[in-house]
């Protein structure tokens, strides 16, 4: 049984950072890729960053390369997302999902979810 908690979001100013956590609950947590994916109102869930098992290999959205760093820490069975410039356009419900091994940018490969986390930036 996999969960997965996220927290960290609210309510910022347009240049400003946030850290989102997702705390996760699996057996043999460093065998899973972790990702962060994104939806905002009337938009499809799209992804945003991911990092492989093993934190070697790491992978963003064109959106949010330079601005965002996606990093875990298997001892603790977490996973950040660190935001930084962030803008009106980041406006968003923010999802951890995990899969096996492996990165993949695709929503559908993405066995587990959480429920996500509102992250609001104002102009």
């Known amino acids: 049984q996999v969960q997965l908690v996220e927290s960290g979001g609210g309510v910022v100013q347009a240049g400003d950072s946030l850290r989102l956590s997702c705390a996760a609950s699996i057996l043999y947590f460093s065998n899973y890729a972790m990702a962060w994916f994104r939806q905002a109102p009337g938009k499809e869930r799209e992804f945003v960053a991911a990092i492989d098992w093993s934190a070697s290999n790491t992978e963003y959205a064109d959106s949010v390369k330079g601005r965002f760093i996606i990093s875990r820490y298997n001892a603790e069975l977490t996973v950040y997302l660190q935001m930084s410039s962030l803008q009106p356009e980041d406006t968003a419900v923010y999802f951890c999902?995990?899969?096996?091994?492996?990165?993949?940018?695709?929503?559908?490969?993405?066995?587990?979810w959480g429920q996500g986390t509102q992250v609001t930036v104002s102009s």
């Open positions: 999902a995990a899969r096996l091994y492996t990165i993949s940018t695709a929503v559908g490969d993405y066995s587990d």
